[in-house]
């Protein structure tokens, strides 16, 4: 709940204005009070396209938060909140990543049922994006790899953080 709150209050200034996108910056968490807390976050917004069933290429905001010990991928379709979900009940998936060789990879995340997908600190693409030379990646996520019942595609990039 702590990690949803932190998301929900980091979001909305960058949704609307072009600062902080495609680079990684990093900002002092806040309760749910405003207070700061002392522990930092970093935060990477960018654009990507989204598609399903009543849109095809629409923008969509990615919003990717790293707490330390795992990433948080959040993406706004049509540069809007609330978070799209991929799944109701929290489920695993895969999302495909090409690397910058153009070598393609799927690496298993979890949806949970707020929204968005998490990396955890034991994924090999947990230590890709945090760990690796600053490398640029494009990342694929599908709907159908968490649940039976939707269909809709995201595709953005990301520079890991080197």
Do not use: C, H
């Amino acid at each position: 709940m702590k990690n949803f709150l932190i998301s929900i209050l980091l979001v909305p200034s960058l949704l609307y204005s072009q600062e902080g996108f495609d680079e990684w910056t990093t900002t002092e968490q806040v309760d749910e009070f405003g207070d700061k807390t002392g522990t930092y976050v970093s935060t990477y917004y960018n654009m990507g396209t989204f598609s399903n069933s009543a849109a095809t290429n629409e923008e969509v905001i990615v919003a990717i938060v790293d707490y330390g010990d795992s990433f948080l991928i959040n993406f706004y379709e049509y540069g809007n909140p609330p978070a799209a979900q991929l799944t109701y009940d929290g489920s695993f998936g895969e999302i495909s990543v090409k690397r910058a060789d153009g070598t393609i990879e799927r690496y298993e995340v979890f949806a949970p049922e707020s929204g968005g997908i998490y990396i955890r600190s034991q994924s090999p693409l947990f230590d890709i994006l945090k760990n690796t030379v600053s490398e640029k990646l494009k990342i694929a996520v599908f709907e159908d790899a968490f649940s039976d019942y939707g269909n809709s595609k995201y595709i953005f990039t990301v520079e890991t953080k080197g």
